[in-house]
């Protein structure tokens, strides 16, 4: 079952714009990650934050995790073409994650 | 390291037919875990694997999805008897430890006609 919920679901920006994408989730959690598809491709992992971190950064990606209203954050910074994907919101229980429907992000040049 | 290894890439079958899916997944890596995606469903985990140990197979849909893990360097995922309503893309992944990063397959787009 999803867990995760991602808004918007797309979403199309400039190359060199910032992109933001959020994802609200239902239960607690041990630690949310966030996840990059390109089309006809697996999943590629971006950054973990744990239930007690509020903001983690990955060259030009920033997560924000807030617990107490259950959402989170992915904020690409400078878009690329190459950031043309999918993005999905994970959160995990021990082992299980639990997917979002994503938001599709297009990069126009 | 190759990543984790899926195969076939591709699969069309008919209805009724044997589907079998494989994969290895990275070297050192104790957990892995068989998910399905689609459309209408999104991401799914079917089964999870902690050294080669099935731990959690309540995503398995029905009788007809089995997998196995006779060692740590291989998996399969058989669906015997397919149906249209199987058809999807099936990752692979694997992990060090099962609750940290998840490293995806480039997964096995399963057509059943």
């Known amino acids: 079952s999803q867990q ?19 994802c609200s989730y239902k239960t607690s959690i041990n630690n949310l990650q966030w996840y990059r598809q390109n089309s006809g491709r697996g999943l590629v992992h971006l950054i ?13 990606l920033r997560v924000t995790l807030d617990t107490s209203k259950k959402s989170s954050s ?18 995990d229980n021990d082992y299980k994650l639990s ?4 938001t599709t992000v297009t ?3 | 390291d190759a990543g984790v290894i899926q195969s076939p890439r591709h699969e069309v079958t008919e209805m009724g037919q044997e589907v079998t899916l494989r994969c290895k997944p990275i070297s050192g890596h104790n957990s892995l875990f068989w998910y399905r995606q689609t459309m209408m469903r999104g991401l799914e985990l079917l089964i999870y694997f902690n050294n080669n140990v099935p ?4 995503g398995m849909p029905e009788d007809r999805f089995s997998a196995k893990m006779p ?7 058989k669906i015997q008897p397919s149906e249209p309503r199987d058809s999807a893309v099936y990752f692979c992944a694997s992990s060090h430890t099962g ?15």
């Open chain 1, 107 to 109: 990069v126009r040049a």
């Open chain 2, 99 to 113: 609750v940290d990063e998840q490293f995806f397959g480039p997964g096995t787009r399963l057509t059943v006609l």
């Open chain 1, 48 to 60: 973990l934050i744990r239930s007690n971190e509020r903001e983690k950064h990955s060259g030009r």
């Open chain 1, 99 to 102: 997917f979002g429907a994503g």
């Open chain 1, 74 to 91: 992915l904020l690409i910074t400078a878009s690329r073409a190459a950031d043309t994907a999918s993005y999905f919101c994970a959160t």
């Open chain 2, 55 to 58: 731990i959690d197979d309540s």
């Open chain 1, 4 to 22: 995760g919920e991602e808004d918007p679901q797309a979403l199309s920006i400039q190359e060199g714009e910032n992109a933001t994408m959020n």
């Open chain 2, 71 to 77: 060692n740590a360097s291989f998996s399969t995922l």
